[in-house]
């Protein structure tokens, strides 16, 4: 008798541990995905610079980072000009602690 109740609780832990592994595969994507969603301010210069004009302006800087805040943008735009180039982005991630990321 012992075995079957053993084998019972056993059987009715598999659902809740297949919803944990499922819940993970969907939630962890989420928080592991590319530099642009993810929590901070790092990513290669080349892809936040859209329009390809070796500025990235406010807008360009939100659609790449959605957590943007405005202020951070500021603080990478060293000389105030209203976009940053690419010597003021790789001179505030060396600020921030974010390491140069070289792209294949």
Request: glycine letters at 4%.
């Amino acid at each position: 008798m012992k075995k079957t109740k053993n084998k019972d609780i056993t059987m009715k832990k598999v659902p809740l541990i297949l919803f944990c592994l499922l819940s993970m595969a969907f939630i962890s994507p989420v928080y592991a995905a590319d530099d642009k969603n993810k929590p901070g301010y790092s990513g290669h210069f080349g892809d936040i610079d859209l329009d390809k004009n070796d500025q990235v302006n406010w807008t360009e800087f939100k659609q790449f980072f959605p957590h943007a805040d405005e202020n951070v943008f500021k603080k990478a735009d060293k000389n105030n000009d209203g976009s940053i180039n690419h010597d003021e982005w790789h001179e505030f991630k060396e600020d921030h602690g974010y390491a140069h990321e070289k792209k294949d």
